[in-house]
C-alpha cells in the first residue's frame, strides 16, 4: 500500500503489508514518478494487491487513472464535492464512488447527487458496461466497509472478463 504510514502504522502490523509514503518530489500530477516505479516493482514482485492513496486529483491531474486498474474516489458529506467533482474530472476517472463518514447528515444528499450525475452521462471513461456505483462507508463503525471490499473484487472481475485488465 502506499500512502499515509503514520495514519495506517497499525496495518503495518499485518503480514504481507507495506506501507510506504512517496513525496511528490515536485511533480506536475497528483502521482510521483517514484510511485509509478514502485507500483511496477510491486507487479513485479508478484503482489496481487496494490493499493495507492492519493492526494487528490485536479482538473489535469490525473496520473493515477493510468496507474490504476480499478479507482475508487472517496467523497465526504456535506463539503460541496459534488461540484468539486464536476471540476476536477473525477467522475470520468471513477470506477466505484464512495461516501465516506456516511453518519453524516448531508450523507443521502451527496449520495443523490452522485448518482444524478453520473445518470446524467457526465463521465467519459469507456467501461464496458461497468457502471459506476456509490456506496456509503462509515470506518469507524465498519459499515459498508464489506460491500466495498466485495465491489472492488467485483470490478476486477469485471475487468477480468471484459479483457480491461491489459489496458493499465
Given at each position: ?29 497528483e502521482l510521483a514518478r517514484a510511485c ?59 470506477d466505484i464512488h464512495v461516501v465516506t ?42 459499515e459498508g466497509i464489506t460491500e466495498l ?20
Amino acid at each position: 500500500m502506499m500512502g499515509d504510514s503514520i495514519r495506517m502504522g497499525q496495518l503495518a502490523t499485518y503480514e504481507g503489508v507495506f506501507i510506504r509514503s512517496l513525496a511528490t518530489s515536485r511533480a506536475l500530477g497528483e502521482l510521483a514518478r517514484a510511485c509509478l516505479d514502485t507500483n511496477d516493482i510491486f507487479d513485479a514482485a508478484g503482489f496481487d494487491i496494490v493499493i495507492i492513496e492519493t492526494v487528490g486529483v485536479g482538473q489535469d491531474e490525473a496520473d493515477i487513472a493510468s496507474a490504476a486498474h480499478s479507482i475508487v474516489v472517496v467523497s465526504a458529506p456535506g463539503l460541496g464535492d459534488g461540484v468539486q467533482a464536476i471540476k476536477a474530472g473525477v467522475l470520468e476517472i471513477a470506477d466505484i464512488h464512495v461516501v465516506t463518514k456516511c453518519d453524516k447528515p448531508d450523507t443521502q444528499k451527496t449520495i443523490g447527487d452522485l448518482k444524478s450525475m453520473i445518470r446524467l452521462g457526465l463521465r467519459n471513461k469507456d467501461r464496458m458496461s461497468w457502471k459506476a456505483p456509490v456506496l456509503a462507508t462509515n470506518a469507524e463503525a465498519g459499515e459498508g466497509i464489506t460491500e466495498l471490499c466485495e465491489t472492488i473484487l467485483a470490478h476486477n472481475a469485471h475487468l477480468q472478463i471484459s479483457g480491461e485488465s491489459t489496458i493499465c
